[in-house]
């Protein structure tokens, strides 16, 4: 039960009717016996400005964003974090008692703890990041702080990997789309932050015959959670890490700012979160 009292939080996005936050965070709610409520906050393009602004009005303690807004709401804040600069996109707004948002993004930390479930250690060789969009903005920030030595970042369109790789600077090398195969070579990690495998999506075809056997691969899609780059990976024995542990991950930040407790990530909700 909510009182008048409950802290308030939600995900900003159009559409937003697709989301699971709500159903994360409102287990975790219900779990730690907490006054409160996470809400979908559908919001259109034109309407982001004033719908962010109104947030403090409404004692909300803060908010998710989702696509098209994670760009958008850089300028609508009053203070950005130095990571989600870099990174370009904020994905949760925290609400101060005065009534100031600050933007973060906590993909870049959601998407290394999520393969450090997996393999704790940072690469000890080449990333491989399939992809140039919002995704692959975190995952390329995320694996520069952890230390990674190269990152062949590969995209369809070869002008937009130059660009992100200009924006974020470091060992960035953009290699065009032809060549992802050959670019496994001596990888120590490939991710495909695409949307390629994805349910309703075409397939990502690649050939793993040059990725070593005890490479890391993460697929950020996570509908199907077993996508046909993991199958195959799993397959010639890589290790992999699903996309699902990622949306997990992202989200215990954003709820520890609003609502005091860090929660974890159990296997139950895992399931719990991959159910119809």
Not at 99 to 109: K, L, P, Q, Y
Not at 123 to 134: E, I, K, S, T, W
Not at 232 to 255: S, T
């Given at each position: 039960m909510i009182s008048g009292k409950a802290r308030l939080a939600g995900i900003l996005g159009w559409p937003v009717g697709h989301s699971r936050s709500p159903r994360l965070h409102n287990h975790w709610l219900a779990r730690h016996g907490i006054d409160g409520a996470y809400v979908p906050l559908p919001v259109a393009p034109a309407h982001l400005a004033e719908a962010v602004r109104?947030?403090?009005?409404?004692?909300?303690?803060?908010?998710?964003?989702?696509?098209?807004?994670?760009?958008?709401?850089?300028?609508?804040?009053?203070?950005?974090?130095?990571?989600?600069?870099?990174?370009g996109a904020v994905n949760t707004l925290v609400i101060g008692a005065d009534?100031?948002?600050?933007?973060?993004?906590?993909?870049?930390?959601g998407f290394l703890l999520n393969l450090k479930e997996v393999?704790?250690?940072?690469?000890?060789?080449?990333?491989?990041?399939?992809?140039?969009?919002?995704?692959?903005?975190?995952?390329?920030?995320?694996?520069l702080e952890d230390g990674v030595p190269e990152i062949r970042l590969i995209n369809r369109s070869l002008e937009r990997a130059k660009a992100l790789a200009a924006d974020l600077g470091g060992p960035i090398?953009?290699?065009?789309?032809?060549?992802?195969?050959?670019?496994?070579?001596?990888?120590?990690?490939l991710v495909n932050s695409t949307s390629l495998g994805m349910d309703g999506q075409p397939a990502l075809e690649i050939a793993l015959d040059h990725l070593p056997e005890d490479a890391l691969v993460n697929d950020m899609v996570y509908a199907p959670l077993e996508t046909a780059l993991l199958a195959?990976?799993?397959?010639?024995?890589?290790?992999?890490?699903?996309?699902?542990?990622?949306?997990?991950?992202?989200?215990?930040?954003?709820?520890e700012a609003w609502f005091g407790v860090l929660p974890e990530v159990t296997p139950e909700i895992r399931a719990m979160m991959l159910a119809p």
């Open positions: 109104v947030l403090p009005h409404l004692s909300f303690a803060g908010a998710n964003v989702t696509v098209p807004h994670k760009e958008a709401v850089l300028e609508l804040v009053d203070a950005v974090t130095p990571l989600a600069a870099r990174i009534g100031r948002i600050t933007g973060t993004n906590t993909d870049a930390a393999r704790p250690a940072p690469a000890a060789g080449p990333a491989v990041v399939l992809g140039a969009g919002g995704a692959a903005r975190a995952a390329c920030a995320a694996l090398v953009p290699i065009a789309w032809s060549g992802r195969a050959a670019a496994l070579d001596g990888a120590a990690l195959a990976a799993r397959a010639r024995g890589n290790p992999v890490a699903d996309g699902i542990g990622m949306l997990l991950h992202q989200a215990r930040p954003g709820f």
